[in-house]
């Protein structure tokens, strides 16, 4: 559809809108009592969250982010999927899987009684997809809009036999200085250090950031709180269908060689995702569904 379509179709009077992005991506404008988001619909990717009255946008969206076909676009809450991070076949698939790389449907539209507003997007198989992983498949993505966010990974196995997956929502959140905040609620919980060889630690008090991080954390849903004194505020993220979460931040290094971050946005975000990564695998048998989660929200 086009812009006009969509408009006509799921448009909602002062609530939701679509319109031609950065690179003629579609994009939804979301405006709901109790806060605000914007949606792409190239990848099915939250791309910004503000509730009423903040400030700053919980989630980081880089300036130099890419927006087009061939590329995630670098913020926001990216789809991770059917895998999460390397292709666990080692067939040289892309990293995180291929539906952010991919135009998703408009599905539904809805103002709920309260004030929220839901949109939903969809992707299914097509022949290029099965070359990639021989399932048929509906994923859906379902935001829902207000003082909270509620994102919701829904995979449908519609083929007739077991599917196995892994993936995360991927979300970027903005920080006023990385080197200054606090992520909790994962203390006591064991991890993979994958910059440390792949080691297996356990998490000792809060994490704080002073170098390049990233780090699985097994068997856990809890939810996590980013204490950001730098921009006085704190980040709550409630996750479900998760037994994992992952923390990451590049550093400098690797921020420097990405073509689609400044040199210094490493300070300002990081990554906590919520996940089935590591040995938090999934499988669906045929006919059935998973839906991974989040709520996200000031505290």
């Given at each position: 559809m086009n812009i006009e379509q969509l408009n006509a179709e799921f448009g909602i009077a002062g609530k939701l809108s679509f319109f031609e992005g950065k690179g003629?991506?579609?994009?939804?404008?979301?405006?709901?009592?109790?806060?605000?988001?914007?949606?792409?619909?190239?990848?099915?990717?939250?791309?910004?969250?503000?509730?009423?009255?903040?400030?700053?946008?919980?989630?980081?969206?880089?300036?130099?982010?890419?927006?087009?076909?061939?590329?995630?676009?670098?913020?926001?809450?990216?789809?991770?999927?059917?895998?999460?991070?390397?292709?666990?076949?080692?067939?040289?698939?892309?990293?995180?899987?291929?539906?952010?790389?991919?135009?998703?449907?408009?599905?539904?539209?809805?103002?709920?009684?309260?004030?929220?507003?839901?949109?939903?997007?969809?992707?299914?198989d097509t022949e290029d997809t099965r070359a990639l992983f021989a399932h048929a498949f509906d994923l859906e993505l379902e935001v829902t809009v207000g003082a909270r966010i509620d994102i919701g990974l829904i995979t449908r196995n519609r083929s007739g036999e077991p599917m196995t997956i892994t993936g995360a929502l991927h979300s970027y959140y903005r920080v006023g200085d990385v080197r200054r905040i606090a992520v909790g609620g994962l203390e006591g919980v064991s991890f993979i250090d994958k910059t440390d060889g792949g080691k297996v630690k356990t998490q000792a008090g809060a994490i704080t950031i002073a170098g390049e991080t990233d780090r699985v954390f097994l068997d856990t849903s809890a939810p996590i709180t980013i204490d950001d004194p730098a921009l006085g505020r704190k980040i709550v993220i409630e996750g479900s269908g998760s037994r994992s979460a992952v923390v990451w931040n590049p550093w400098i290094d690797v921020s420097t060689s990405m073509s689609d971050l400044e040199d210094d946005d490493y300070e300002v975000f990081v990554c906590v995702e919520t996940a089935n990564a590591g040995t938090d695998i999934v499988t669906i048998p045929p006919g059935g569904e998973h839906r991974l989660g989040m709520v996200v929200g000031l505290g």
């Open positions: 003629g991506v579609t994009m939804a404008r979301i405006e709901a009592a109790g806060g605000e988001a914007l949606v792409s619909c190239q990848g099915g990717q939250v791309l910004l969250f503000k509730p009423a009255g903040a400030v700053e946008d919980v989630f980081f969206l880089s300036e130099k982010a890419h927006y087009g076909p061939t590329k995630a676009i670098k913020g926001g809450a990216p789809v991770c999927w059917p895998w999460f991070a390397n292709d666990p076949e080692g067939r040289g698939r892309p990293n995180h899987g291929f539906v952010r790389n991919r135009p998703w449907d408009v599905r539904a539209s809805e103002a709920l009684p309260d004030g929220r507003v839901r949109l939903s997007l969809g992707v299914v």
